[in-house]
């Protein structure tokens, strides 16, 4: 989950769907104990205007401290992941979400000492709230990064907006269509591209309702265990990401000059392979993108060996279609080889990035049809 961009929909709505219910229990719960939230900061700004106005200087000071700590998880967000990113970390994102699930311990360490009949004060209060929508910031951040801008799981306010200019979007197109064509199939209006965007928006405001409802109810039975269900959740889902192998890549021996093949710079050949400490199991597509952030820019055609790869689940398809994408928008090209028929049909589901020419059954044939490639974008 955390080791690409989300560039599906299925892939940013299993985002939304998994984490904006932990900002709707953690922000329902922070309201239980210390009558305040913290996975939104709009009416927190709001209360900072009116403290200010009315003199309130204590109250201010509490609102600007909870801004600047979910500020503070923002930058905390940026600052990982490009650490990350630099140092060529296979999942950037999963220090961030571990680091948002240890504050939210420090929270419900709070809510386990906490007095179930009155609301927090002093300097309580302030270490509770500090963690707690410090987390929201890292949350918010990282899931905004990983979607390109598409999610936010942590307020509601900017995803109904959304929502309401994309159902006026559904109901002109449903309309226009009524009109001038055949009313749209069932499996038409299932596809189109705003039809799935309200799906989306939908799923984050049902999750995020449904964590606040949650929150409540585990409030209400295990006041002082209330904030162990998020906190257990957001670690497992962070051992289901490390546990599963992620494959490398690696230049392949047969860029070497002692391979013989003395092929021209523009023109590179690399391999994916398993994990050497962990070959069994399927193993996960890397970030693509990423990686070619690392790759040569005057390398005109990649060559890409998936010869190991024995499976090609939806995310390494999507990861794959992303690569062609960027490559086709920068007058470059990749030849991927070593795909199984099985394999070549799941990617060529997507849509029409990929040409059937530059797949191959092996990567001799990949190198060949690269230097007819690289011809072909040389006279272009």
């Known amino acids: 989950m955390f080791v690409a961009q989300a560039h599906s929909f299925a892939q940013q709505a299993r985002l939304a769907i998994?984490?904006?219910?932990?900002?709707?229990?953690?922000n329902v719960v922070s309201v239980l104990t210390c009558g305040t939230t913290i996975s939104h900061m709009t009416g927190v700004a709001s209360n900072l205007g009116r403290d200010a106005a009315v003199g309130a200087w204590g109250l201010w000071?509490?609102?600007?401290?909870?801004?600047?700590?979910?500020?503070?998880?923002a930058m905390t967000t940026g600052v990982l992941t490009e650490i990350g990113r630099?140092?060529?970390?296979?999942?950037?994102?999963?220090?961030?979400?571990?680091?948002?699930?240890?504050?939210l311990g420090v929270f419900a360490i709070g809510v386990e000492l906490h007095d179930p009949t009155a609301h927090e004060t002093g300097l309580t209060l302030y270490w509770m709230t500090g963690a707690a929508s410090m987390a929201m910031g890292i949350q918010n951040a990282a899931i905004t990064h990983i979607s390109s801008g598409v999610v936010r799981t942590t307020h509601v306010t900017g995803v109904l907006t959304d929502l309401g200019?994309?159902?006026?979007?559904?109901?002109?197109?449903?309309?226009?269509?009524?009109?001038?064509?055949?009313?749209?199939?069932?499996?038409?209006?299932?596809?189109?591209?705003?039809?799935?965007?309200?799906l989306l928006l939908t799923s984050i405001i049902g999750s995020f309702v449904l964590g606040a409802a949650l929150g409540v109810l585990a409030y209400g039975w295990i006041?002082?265990?209330?904030?162990?269900?998020?906190?257990?959740?957001?670690?497992?889902?962070?051992y289901q990401d490390i546990a599963r192998p992620i494959a490398e890549i690696e230049p392949s021996v047969l860029q070497l000059a002692s391979a013989g093949l003395k092929l021209p710079p523009q023109i590179l050949v690399y391999h994916l392979r398993k994990d050497r400490?962990?070959?069994?199991?399927?193993?996960?597509?890397?970030?693509?993108l990423a990686w070619l952030d690392r790759v040569?820019?005057?390398?005109?055609?990649?060559?890409?060996?998936?010869?190991?790869?024995?499976?090609?689940?939806?995310?390494?398809?999507?990861?794959l279609r992303a690569a062609l994408a960027r490559l086709k928008q920068e007058g470059r090209a990749m030849v991927i080889a070593g795909l199984t028929r099985e394999q070549y049909d799941q990617l060529a589901r997507?849509?029409?990035?990929?040409?059937?020419?530059?797949?191959?059954?092996?990567?001799?044939?990949?190198?060949?049809?690269?230097?007819?490639?690289l011809e072909e974008l040389g006279e272009k």
Request: charged share 25%.
């Open 18 to 26: 998994t984490l904006a219910w932990v900002a709707g229990y953690a």
């Open 296 to 319: 040569d820019p005057n390398a005109k055609v990649i060559i890409l060996d998936l010869d190991e790869v024995t499976q090609l689940d939806a995310d390494s398809a999507i990861e």
């Open 61 to 73: 000071g509490f609102a600007a401290f909870l801004l600047v700590m979910f500020f503070l998880g």
């Open 277 to 288: 400490e962990r070959e069994r199991g399927v193993h996960r597509m890397p970030n693509l």
């Open 86 to 103: 630099r140092r060529g970390w296979d999942s950037v994102y999963v220090l961030p979400i571990g680091l948002e699930a240890v504050l």
């Open 165 to 198: 200019l994309e159902c006026v979007k559904l109901v002109t197109w449903l309309r226009g269509r009524r009109q001038s064509h055949p009313p749209p199939a069932v499996d038409e209006i299932r596809r189109h591209a705003t039809v799935r965007r309200v």
């Open 223 to 238: 006041p002082r265990s209330a904030m162990l269900p998020p906190v257990a959740f957001l670690l497992w889902i962070i």
């Open 350 to 373: 997507g849509g029409d990035l990929l040409d059937p020419m530059s797949v191959c059954a092996d990567v001799e044939l990949a190198i060949a049809r690269g230097l007819v490639l």
